[in-house]
């Protein structure tokens, strides 16, 4: 027997051309306050930013089967786009306006597996360090018993994006 999802995602466009005019916190707080679009790549993982503040990001999830690997856990790029978004996020949200970022490089430690029988699993992201063309973040993934599942590193890059 089959089984099947099925998920609804908007414009991502509409968010990439309104990016340049926020501070990058106030932009995830539009995002999350659903006044611009979600990325597509929450809805096709089933992922929510749960909470933004200067400097720190965190995103939440409900390991299911479609999450998993062939050996019957969830699948390490579910971790690592987690981990990323976290990251990532936390540095957009020091970025002023008119600035953007890219994932330079993404080191992931994988420590425990996740089954759907772990519950809500959600990324914490910190900057590290935040200056002129990059920035330093971490992010750890963690269990509603706050066990560490995975870490990660992050380098970004800084630019500066179309008003």
Not at 2 to 31: N, Q
Not at 69 to 86: E, K, M, Q, R
Not at 134 to 163: M, N
């Amino acid at each position: 027997m089959g089984r099947s999802r099925t998920y609804e995602w908007e414009d991502p466009a509409v968010s990439a051309s309104a990016v340049g005019h926020y501070s990058g916190l106030d932009f995830l707080r539009e995002v999350q306050a659903g006044r611009l679009p979600a990325p597509p790549i929450t809805a096709t993982l089933g992922m929510t930013l749960d909470e933004v503040e200067h400097g720190r990001a965190v995103f939440s999830l409900i390991p299911g089967e479609e999450h998993y690997n062939p050996i019957g856990s969830v699948h390490g790029g579910v971790y690592a786009t987690l981990l990323d978004s976290a990251a990532g996020c936390a540095v957009q949200s020091v970025l002023p306006p008119a600035m953007g970022y890219t994932s330079l490089d993404l080191n992931v430690k994988f420590l425990r597996p996740v089954t759907v029988d772990t519950g809500r699993i959600r990324a914490v992201g910190t900057v590290l360090n935040s200056g002129r063309r990059t920035a330093l973040a971490q992010a750890e993934l963690l269990d509603e018993a706050d066990r560490l599942l995975a870490h990660t590193t992050s380098s970004c890059l800084l630019f500066p994006v179309p008003v």
